[in-house]
Antibody, heavy 125, light 111 residues
Framework: EMQVVESGGGLVKPGGSLRLSCAASGFTFSEAWMSWVRQAPGRGLEWVGRIKSKIHDETTDYAAPVQGRFSISRDDSKNMLYLQMNSLKTDDTAVYFC????????????????WGQGILVTVSS | QSVLTQPPSVSGAPGQGVTISCTGS?????????VHWYQQLPGTVPKLLIY???NRPSGVPDRFSGFKSGTSASLAITGLQAEDEADYYC???????????FGTGTQVTVL
């Protein structure tokens, strides 16, 4: 069974940093494109960023609100995905979901396949 | 603010049908990018409901159907059931933003 489990959330002050981790199991992690999606309290879904697989050069892309502040990385030897968040703002308060990206033959973009339960990040003084 | 606009809420009586629109532009849906739909039941994580505009993953009832035309897409739910009360989101890609985008979300209420 495919599973992703987030950890590392919590309370951080504005301007601070936090690193989220995502442990993957039940699928060939090294071949997977992975992504982070967030959801602010009572709000909708917002894509944060994506990292491709090693065969695709582990290319990363980010949403404009987090570009230059957030960084996604992966450790295929440990089946782990990471989200490094720097210069955090109160607007970054949200539940962060680790997700797989399913590449669909004949369709673009990929869709978000398996989701973790999410981890809460609260940015407040 | 999302570049994919959905109505904040729709409602219908049990057994009736509702349609949720997802309105984009020439840089996303209108550019030919495909649309996926997700269902988020209260207190749960989103689940893929429709992929590639109109395809249902295994296990999704055929009461759910998707359609795309021009700069918009839509999700139709027929034979509404109480268990369909949830938030629904469309998703695509935007070439101007160079990233994946979600719709603003629609809350479906079964009266």
């Amino acid at each position: 069974e495919m599973q992703v489990v987030e950890s590392g959330g919590g309370l951080v002050k504005p301007g601070g940093s936090l690193r989220l981790s995502c442990a993957a199991s039940g699928f060939t992690f090294s071949e997977a494109w992975m992504s982070w999606v967030r959801q602010a309290p009572g709000r909708g879904l917002e894509w944060v960023g994506r990292i491709k697989s090693k065969i695709h050069d582990e290319t990363t892309d980010y949403a404009a609100p987090v570009q230059g502040r957030f960084s996604i990385s992966r450790d295929d030897s440990k089946n782990m995905l990471y989200l490094q968040m720097n210069s955090l703002k109160t607007d970054d308060t949200a539940v962060y979901f680790c997700t797989t990206l399913t590449i669909l033959t004949g369709y673009y973009p990929p869709c978000f396949g398996d989701w973790g339960q999410g981890i809460l990040v609260t940015v407040s003084s | 603010q999302s570049v994919l606009t959905q109505p904040p809420s729709v409602s219908g009586a049990p057994g009736q049908g509702v349609t949720i629109s997802c309105t984009g532009s020439s840089s996303n849906v209108g550019a030919g990018y495909d649309v996926h739909w997700y269902q988020q039941l209260p207190g749960t994580v989103p689940k893929l409901l429709i992929y590639g505009n109109s395809n249902r993953p295994s296990g999704v009832p055929d009461r759910f159907s998707g359609f795309k035309s021009g700069t918009s897409a839509s999700l139709a739910i027929t034979g509404l059931q109480a268990e369909d009360e949830a938030d629904y989101y469309c998703q695509s890609f935007d070439s101007t933003l160079s990233g994946y985008v979600f719709g603003t979300g629609t809350q479906v209420t079964v009266l």
